[in-house]
């Protein structure tokens, strides 16, 4: 099974600035098609999970320009460029590649 | 809009065998090359996949004793649950993946297995 791991596990934010969340796998999530098979999830408290990012940079309906994700291969990064209150929660990347689908750990993201 | 919506027994005893429905809207589950996938979360902790059934009716799930089947004339489709136990507690969502993912989830379901 492909091993997902986050960092950092918690992030304590300031509404405005920046964040930045890196998600690692134990191996490469690069298709033969070219696309990364990786997704960002947010789940708010209360909640399910919603899809912020998929094929590792494409950002799903709805979702605000301030969340962004890059990344090739084994390494991927999700950045908020403006952090806002209502961004609190657990991200999850989790990838498509393979059969069993797998989750990272998670990273709980709170106001300071 | 896709929409799932997943119902179950919510109490159950350790041993027992349970079914969990989910009820897709917005979707044929035997269309469109889409996964139709069962994910649990132990409460307070991640997300674990429990398996699919694909659109041409083939499933794949971690575990044996977690069987999923589908209702093609109610557009549902079922976890079964065999010989469960207490670690089997969690919240379980259905959810669509389109092959490179999950798009969709349900709002999930919270199973108690306690005596």
């Known amino acids: 099974d492909i091993v997902m791991t986050q960092s950092p596990l918690s992030l304590p934010v300031t509404p405005g600035e920046p964040a930045s969340i890196s998600c690692r796998s134990s191996?490469?999530?690069?298709?033969?098609?070219?696309?990364?098979?990786l997704n960002w999830y947010l789940q708010k408290p209360g909640q399910s999970p919603q899809l912020l990012i998929s094929?590792?940079?494409s950002r799903a309906s709805g979702v605000p320009d301030r969340f962004s994700g890059s990344g090739s291969g084994t390494d991927f990064t999700l950045k908020i460029s403006r952090v806002e209150a209502e961004d609190v929660g657990v991200y999850y990347c989790?990838?498509?590649?393979?059969?069993?689908?797998?989750f990272g750990p998670g990273t709980k993201v709170d106001i300071k | 809009q896709v929409q799932l919506q997943e119902s179950g027994p919510g109490l159950v005893q350790p041993s027992q065998t349970l079914s969990l429905t989910c009820t897709v809207s917005g979707a044929s589950i035997t269309r469109g090359g889409y996964y139709w996938s069962w994910i649990r979360q132990d409460p307070g902790k991640g997300l674990e996949w429990i398996g699919h059934?694909?659109?041409?009716g083939t499933t794949s799930s971690v575990k044996s004793r977690f069987v999923i089947s589908r209702e093609t004339s109610k557009n549902q489709f079922s976890l079964k649950l065999y010989s469960v136990t207490a670690a089997d507690t969690a919240v379980y969502y259905c959810?669509?993946?389109?092959?490179?993912?999950?798009?969709?989830w349900g709002q999930g379901t919270l199973l108690i297995v306690s005596s």
């Open positions: 989790m990838q498509g590649l393979e059969t069993p689908r797998t």
């Open positions: 094929l590792g940079s």
């Open positions: 959810a669509r993946d389109g092959g490179g993912g999950i798009d969709y």
């Open positions: 191996q490469s999530l690069r298709h033969s098609n070219g696309y990364n098979y």
């Open positions: 059934i694909y659109y041409t």
